[in-house]
């Protein structure tokens, strides 16, 4: 009797309501003061104004419709977990649940069709099945970068500070979340995977060297034992080339409308394939104000997860296993267009409510360093997010240059 109805939509309002409410009642505004906050609402307002700029109504209707869902759940996300107790089982079911999407993913694989019924996704090029799930990861990339992100949690807490029974647990649903990201065959996942892995073993030993050498290890397991589609990543494949070219007219795109873009969702409007880059995405829908708060975002997160690692003991393994995996995601963003999936906004709201709690602990006298910084923007930080984009749109540039 439920079926076509909106669930998480109608939760999720419902939950936005009710807190708000609570907010009004009790003054807690103290968690509405992450720069990630700001920089969210920035990314929701130039998907808007990249339609209002070109008087597109219709369409300024659906980029609010739309990506007002994705708003709403990355605020539930900062704003209820606000204690490290909330912080740790949040992070807890994050790994779990992905567990289960890993068991029924194999467990489809083996039997043709998954818990839901639904049947593997075949792929052409590689000739073979692909592992997925339903709803918002019914596409093998989203469930293999699903799988990523609590991979790169549980490598955190297997080799940082934590007890030898944790280890014991954490080691075969490591191998059962590996096994199923290799069922999902996704170049993208494998990719963000090996980014995963490698920042984590530099930034844990903050040595480059030795941390570079252990991670350019494992990641060369992961090349060799990844999937097949991996074989066939190179600038002589047909689809190394489309995707060199729907970069290269989202550049153009950039040109003719740098401000605002040419609109949210109109980047396939006169072109057959998406960007297959979630920063020239963002970059030609939205303009040059888009990426500036999509890369804010990535910078502000990663600024403040650093902080709280220094200051406070208790949340250093998930401050490090959500550093690897923005890292992750990021790289996987560069080659697929993900932009308007939860996934990356989880994360930024999972790093905004660790600042939070770090901030909270700090005036509550804790006996915690005070994290100077974990909760600001400031205009060095602005001139740093302006520098990181012109980075990008460079390495864009050279990418192109080198594939055609």
């Known amino acids: 009797m439920f079926y076509g109805m909106q669930l998480m939509d109608i939760l999720s309002i419902a939950a936005f309501l009710f807190w708000f409410i609570d907010l009004i009642a009790k003054k807690k505004t103290d968690a509405l003061k992450a720069p990630q906050n700001i920089l969210m609402l920035g990314l929701f307002l130039a998907f808007l104004l990249s339609h209002a700029a070109h008087t597109y109504f219709a369409g300024l209707t659906a980029a609010f419709t739309e990506f007002s869902k994705v708003v709403i759940l990355y605020f539930l996300f900062v704003l209820i977990i606000d204690s490290e107790r909330k912080f740790k089982i949040t992070i807890f079911l994050i790994v779990f649940l992905t567990f289960l999407l890993a068991i029924q993913g194999i467990y489809q694989f083996n039997t043709g069709y998954g818990w839901a019924g639904q049947p593997l996704i075949i792929d052409n090029i590689a000739n073979t099945g692909r592992i997925t799930w339903i709803g918002i990861f019914e596409d093998p990339n989203d469930l293999g970068l699903t799988l990523v992100i609590a991979v790169g949690i549980l490598i955190a807490f297997l080799f940082g500070k934590a007890k030898f029974i944790t280890r014991i647990f954490i080691i075969p649903i490591l191998g059962y979340m590996l096994y199923a990201l290799y069922l999902t065959n996704s170049r993208g996942a494998f990719v963000s995977l090996m980014a995963t892995v490698f920042f984590y073993f530099v930034r844990k030993t903050k040595k480059f060297l030795l941390g570079g050498i252990i991670g350019a290890l494992f990641v060369f397991l992961i090349f060799s034992f990844g999937p097949s589609r991996l074989a066939i990543m190179s600038t002589d494949e047909a689809s190394a080339y489309n995707r060199a070219d729907a970069w290269y007219y989202g550049i153009q795109l950039t040109k003719h409308n740098p401000i605002f873009g040419v609109g949210y969702r109109m980047f396939q409007e006169d072109f057959p394939m998406t960007a297959h880059n979630s920063f020239v995405l963002v970059m030609a829908e939205a303009g040059l104000l888009g990426l ?35 890292v992750g995601f990021g790289a996987a963003a560069f080659f697929l267009s993900r932009l308007y999936i939860i996934l990356p906004y989880m994360l930024f709201a999972l790093s905004a409510s660790m600042a939070n709690i770090q901030s909270r602990s700090c005036k509550a006298g804790l006996n915690l360093p005070y994290s100077v910084g974990v909760n600001t923007l400031t205009l060095r930080d602005a001139r740093n997010i302006g520098l990181a984009c012109i980075g990008v749109i460079a390495l864009v540039y050279v990418v192109i240059k080198i594939a055609l």
């Open 292 to 326: 500036f708060f999509w890369v804010g975002l990535f910078y502000s997160s990663l600024k403040g997860l650093a902080l709280v690692e220094k200051n406070n003991e208790r949340l250093k393994n998930c401050s490090y296993g959500l550093q690897a995996s923005l």
